[in-house]
């Protein structure tokens, strides 16, 4: 059987949306609850390979989901170019300390991705589970994303440091956005080599640049991590988060999916980018009983392009989510006739 996830991603026919849901491994299940608590901590749990085939294919035991993700975390490559982090249990991930111009132009591309086959090794795991139809997912994190992290050391609200630098050190971030392209290209075409039939590169913190600034810093790095994968013939999907005004911007880049969040039109993104298009409920609306939820959702997807489309939220679903509510959108979308 075809893969309904992977023909929508090329707007191909399809005979309902596919849907799949961000973060759909995670804590608003019990089971992988469970599961965090045997791994004894998230860093194991992703670098386990049965533990985290087995996040990832747990969300597809309870829901009828046309794709699964590779259970992971966008820092984990960072490790194979001498970054070194942890994962506490609260605040998000932390660096030792944030990275000065020095030390992130000291940084280089790994020889090789052997340290990340634990994630390869999850990804041929995961796929020998799945029915053929269902997509298997591998992902990153945009070199801009990646560079916050980095130059603030951990999960910042405003991400001041690599803003600062963005406009007082253009030239040197450049090119240490363009040095994380190409590896995450790199290491999304290791995914694929494991598995992966499409990939998503997850900007989650774009909104935070001027059309101007992302034009002319962010672009270039994600031209660089596209077309490593150009080759490889496998969808692309580009995540913006808060990305209103960078859908113009984007819309050159050879990426096949631009996925948006709710405050993005879903009409308007496949307007001004010609590309198909993934999202956008938003995650907080999850928090209303089944009736509702369903409502909204056919109220997304009433707005969505008849061909090219993706469902999915519009970032990544919270922990306190009943799980009621998300059968209710996922049986919303599987309605469409």
């Known amino acids: 059987m075809t893969s309904r996830f992977l023909a929508a991603c090329r707007k191909e026919q399809v005979d309902r949306p596919p849907v799949w849901i961000m973060r759909q491994a995670g804590r608003y299940?019990?089971?992988?609850?469970?599961?965090?608590?045997?791994?004894?901590?998230?860093?194991?749990?992703?670098?386990?390979?049965?533990?985290?085939?087995?996040?990832?294919l747990q969300p597809l035991r309870r829901f009828p989901l046309d794709a699964a993700i590779v259970f992971s975390d966008i820092l984990l490559p960072l490790s194979a170019l001498g970054v070194a982090f942890s994962f506490p249990d609260n605040g998000g991930p932390k660096l030792a300390s944030p990275l000065s111009r020095d030390s992130w132009?000291?940084?280089?591309?790994?020889?090789?991705?052997?340290?990340?086959?634990?994630?390869?090794?999850?990804?041929?795991?995961?796929?020998?589970?799945?029915?053929?139809?269902?997509?298997?997912?591998?992902?990153?994190?945009?070199?801009?994303?990646?560079?916050?992290?980095?130059?603030?050391?951990?999960?910042?609200?405003?991400?001041?440091?690599?803003?600062?630098?963005?406009?007082?050190?253009?030239?040197?971030?450049?090119?240490?956005?363009?040095?994380?392209?190409?590896?995450?290209?790199?290491?999304l075409a290791f995914q694929v080599a494991a598995g992966a039939q499409a990939v998503q590169v997850f900007d989650s913190w774009a909104g935070v640049l001027p059309a101007e600034l992302y034009r002319e810093l962010a672009v270039p790095a994600l031209a660089a991590l596209a077309s490593c994968l150009e080759p490889l013939g496998v969808p692309r999907i580009l995540y913006l988060g808060?990305?209103?005004?960078?859908?113009?911007?984007?819309?050159?880049?050879?990426?096949?999916?631009?996925?948006?969040?709710?405050?993005?039109?879903?009409?308007?993104?496949?307007?001004?980018?010609?590309?198909?298009?993934?999202?956008?409920?938003?995650?907080?609306?999850?928090?209303?009983?089944?009736?509702?939820?369903?409502?909204?959702?056919?109220?997304?997807?009433?707005?969505?392009?008849?061909?090219?489309?993706?469902?999915?939220?519009?970032h990544g679903i919270w922990p306190d989510t009943p799980l009621e509510a998300v059968e209710a959108f996922v049986a919303a979308v599987q309605e469409v006739p």
Not at 33 to 53: S, V, W, Y
Not at 117 to 133: I, S
């Open 242 to 314: 808060q990305g209103s005004h960078l859908l113009a911007e984007v819309a050159e880049l050879p990426f096949e999916v631009v996925s948006v969040d709710w405050r993005t039109s879903l009409a308007e993104a496949a307007a001004i980018t010609g590309k198909a298009v993934q999202g956008n409920l938003d995650p907080a609306a999850l928090a209303a009983d089944p009736p509702t939820v369903r409502q909204r959702t056919k109220r997304m997807l009433a707005q969505a392009p008849p061909r090219g489309y993706i469902a999915n939220l519009g």
């Open 105 to 187: 132009q000291a940084l280089a591309p790994p020889a090789s991705w052997e340290a990340m086959e634990p994630v390869a090794e999850a990804l041929r795991l995961v796929r020998q589970e799945l029915a053929p139809e269902v997509a298997l997912i591998g992902f990153c994190g945009a070199p801009w994303t990646l560079a916050c992290y980095l130059l603030s050391g951990g999960h910042d609200a405003d991400w001041s440091r690599a803003r600062q630098a963005a406009y007082r050190e253009g030239e040197a971030l450049l090119e240490l956005l363009l040095l994380l392209g190409r590896a995450m290209g790199d290491y």
């Open 29 to 56: 299940l019990p089971e992988y609850r469970a599961l965090r608590e045997r791994a004894g901590n998230f860093l194991a749990l992703c670098t386990t390979p049965e533990l985290a085939a087995e996040a990832t």
